[in-house]
């Protein structure tokens, strides 16, 4: 009895962990959403809160003012993608088509939404997903044309490219997001290098994105929310 107690209430804990942390996270932030930013903040001139900053500062500063709970769902996003297809058809193809439609999902949300302050963020965001997509798209391929080799070979790509091109395909997808991380952090620790490539390109990209000029508050925001040292007043 004592056994199947616990295994009832580990599973309950297995489904509440995952949806009560961001579920709690969403729910602080939007409690106390008018108390993160002063009133004179603005997207060019970013002023957090102090007490704010100091407390809840790496969960939001990050993203749009208006898109302050975006943590919570880029936790659910995590969610979905490594646990919860992962009890959806085990072991069949459905599962990594799935899979692949809820990666596009979300690639077209953040597309969208545009959901971090800095716009070179949301390119490093998008390009990591667009990576993550292709990846679990090879992985489709190989795990297609593994399971039936005769049909793929009759119908499918297997006729026109081997099932080593979509290995490849998938490493270098994996790579590429890779080293687009430390090229990001590269970036972000020597801005002069930065700065230089963008506008040398003649894109400044990072500077200058949609909303306007990013000011050396945001970059000292940014800067201490980065290396996770908050300033106590």
């Known amino acids: 009895s ?14 509440l962990y995952p949806v009560g ?3 709690a996270l969403y729910i602080t932030l939007k409690r106390k959403h008018e108390d993160l930013y002063e009133k004179e903040s603005t997207r060019e001139n970013v002023l957090p809160v102090a007490k704010s900053e100091r407390t809840l500062g790496h969960l939001y500063i990050g993203y749009e003012s208006t898109l302050y709970w975006w943590e919570a769902f ?4 995590k969610i979905f993608l490594t646990s919860f297809v992962v009890v959806l058809f085990p072991g069949q193809a459905l599962q990594i088509v799935i899979t692949l439609i809820l990666t596009f999902m979300f690639v077209e949300m953040l597309l969208l939404a545009n959901a971090y302050l800095n716009d070179y963020d949301d390119i490093l965001q998008n390009t990591c997903q ?3 997509f292709f990846v679990i798209f090879s992985g489709m ?5 593994s399971e039936n080799p005769e049909f793929w070979n009759k119908t499918g790509p297997s006729t026109m490219i081997s099932q080593g091109f979509w290995q490849v395909l998938a490493l270098a997808s994996a790579m590429f997001g890779y080293f687009a991380c430390i090229f990001s952090v590269l970036l972000w620790n020597f801005p002069d290098l930065r700065d230089m490539l963008f506008k040398k390109l003649g894109n400044d990209i990072i500077d200058n994105g949609k909303h306007g000029t990013i000011s050396n508050t945001q970059r000292e925001v940014r800067r201490r929310m980065t290396m996770e040292n908050f300033e106590v007043e």
């Open 141 to 145: 391929m190989i795990s297609a044309s």
């Open 2 to 15: 004592s056994y199947y107690n616990i295994i009832y209430f580990a599973s309950f804990m297995v489904i």
């Open 130 to 132: 667009v990576c993550l």
């Open 74 to 77: 880029d936790i659910l996003r």
């Open 21 to 23: 942390i961001p579920a």
